[in-house]
């Protein structure tokens, strides 16, 4: 019913920058709650990077704060992740997470909708 897809993931050199799109799409009339990225490295737990509820101010995982800047268009239901300063520590697929809901007939109904991921390397 929902679809996330995630795009931008490269191979940069440290220091070098990035800009990951999340794009939200649905045959359904949808209305986000969240939207919020993630991100796991190879062998690693996933971890959340930046986002929130829609209408509140984006978090920020300490290790990114100040590098990272997120931001939202809900005309287009898309979040985009401004990767900046880019470290090896960063690599990872990212991956993007969409909760909210959809109109059924007369009747909303709930989703929480991950992603394939994006690969993104930072190495030189």
């Known amino acids: 019913q929902v679809q996330v897809a995630e795009s931008g993931g490269d191979l940069v050199q440290p220091g070098g920058s990035l800009r990951l799109s999340c794009i939200v799409t649905?045959?359904?009339?949808?209305?986000?709650?969240?939207l919020t990225w993630y991100r796991q490295p190879t062998g690693k737990e996933r971890e959340l990077v930046a986002g929130?509820?829609?209408?509140?101010?984006?978090t920020y995982a300490d290790s990114v704060k100040g590098r990272f800047t997120g931001s939202r268009d809900i005309a287009t239901n898309t979040m985009y992740l401004q990767m900046d300063s880019l470290k090896p520590e960063d690599t990872a697929v990212y991956y993007c997470?969409?909760?909210?809901?959809?109109?059924?007939?007369?009747?909303?109904?709930?989703?929480?909708?991950w992603g394939q991921g994006t690969q993104v390397t930072v190495s030189s």
């Open positions: 997470n969409a909760r909210g809901r959809y109109l059924s007939g007369s009747n909303y109904y709930p989703f929480g909708v």
């Open positions: 649905s045959g359904k009339n949808i209305s986000l709650n969240s």
């Open positions: 929130g509820l829609i209408g509140s101010s984006i």
